[in-house]
């Protein structure tokens, strides 16, 4: 399945209860209505671990069969009402393309997603996540590699630069929380990182 992923970023002056409402009820139905998606996953921000490099409200999982499929799902004339609606609650956002990667449900698990970017230096990536893996009750971790960044048609800012997003589940909530501040302080200073507790819910 061909993945993508997006950072969601709140208008300045919106808290995040407001901005997870709007995103859940309102924008999370628009999208719905595109075809050929296999899957949308929406990952509400919850918590987030100082310091952070990154700028998120919510993190998004897309699945298509592949790019074309992709392409025309945003191209169809529902699209039209998702674009329509971001101004609603839609600071700024950038797409980043994964390529053939799997989506998982948090459910009653804890879900942590962590940003990185590695500055070139590989070596201190793979480090920081075999550390990840020896966490207090860990139990899996999704490692999406960026292929390729798409900035949004009328984005104010840059995208954020970010080379890989971690998906880290661990047996519970209360386990995630106690390890956000934990990988928060895991970072090399040729990593830069950013650490997020998430809410999961599916939409397709």
């Known amino acids: 399945m061909f993945k993508r992923m997006s950072i969601l970023e709140r208008r300045p002056g919106d808290d995040q209860s407001f901005f997870s409402r709007h995103w859940q009820e309102r924008h ?8 050929l998606i296999r899957a949308y996953v929406q990952n509400h921000v919850e918590d987030e671990y100082a310091p952070t490099d990154f700028r998120v409200g919510g993190i998004v999982e897309l699945q298509f069969d592949d790019p074309s499929a992709m392409a025309t799902a945003f191209a169809a ?9 971001e101004a609603n609650f839609l600071g700024n956002a950038a797409g980043y393309v994964i390529g053939d990667a799997p989506i998982r449900l948090a459910g009653e698990e804890g879900k942590l997603v962590v940003l990185a970017a590695h500055g070139g230096d590989r070596a201190a990536l793979g480090r920081f996540e ?3 893996r020896k966490l207090p009750e860990f139990v899996e971790l999704i490692r999406d590699e960026v292929a390729t960044v798409m900035t949004r048609p009328g984005a104010t800012r840059a995208s954020q ?8 589940y661990f047996t519970e909530v209360a386990a995630a929380r106690r390890a956000g501040s934990q990988v928060a302080r895991l970072a090399e200073d040729a990593l830069k990182l950013g650490v997020f507790r998430v809410r999961t819910v599916r939409i397709v």
């Open 161 to 168: 630069g970010v080379d890989v997003f971690f998906h880290v």
């Open 28 to 35: 999370g139905p628009l999208v719905a209505q595109l075809p």
């Open 130 to 132: 075999a550390a990840l």
């Open 77 to 85: 004339s529902p699209s039209l009402a998702v674009a329509a609606d």
